[in-house]
């Protein structure tokens, strides 16, 4: 049996309990987040390289990336302050390109 702990219309989250096959409670997060991937999409088709020209180009937005992933990486690759390069390899990976929002690698 599931039971909705938590639910969440701005950020769509459900937060469910349930029970697995040997009697554990299991608590997930689910989050639909397809209007954030085209969104992503959109911001991906939109960036230019030239946008940036004369810029130093310290900062400037590279992805969005929904809040459960973005824990699940928290707790896998630790904070991006304390794992840069884990977090660039995650990025720049292809499978994780639908997450990125402007060309090019990190």
């Known amino acids: 049996m599931q039971r909705i702990i938590k639910s969440d219309a701005a950020t769509g989250t459900v937060m469910k309990m ?4 040997s009697d554990t409670a299991v608590v997930e997060t689910i989050q639909n987040f397809d209007n954030l991937l085209k969104i992503n999409k959109q911001m991906s088709n939109d960036w230019s390289n030239t946008n940036y020209h004369g810029t130093q180009k310290h900062m400037h937005h590279v992805a ?3 809040n459960v992933v973005y824990n699940h990486l928290l707790e896998t ?3 991006p302050r304390e794992n840069p ?3 660039k390899a995650w990025l720049n990976d292809s499978q994780n390109r639908d997450f990125r929002t402007g060309g090019g690698t990190l």
């Open 85 to 87: 390069k884990a977090w």
């Open 77 to 79: 690759l630790g904070s």
């Open 64 to 66: 969005e990336i929904p």
């Open 18 to 21: 349930h029970q697995d096959a």
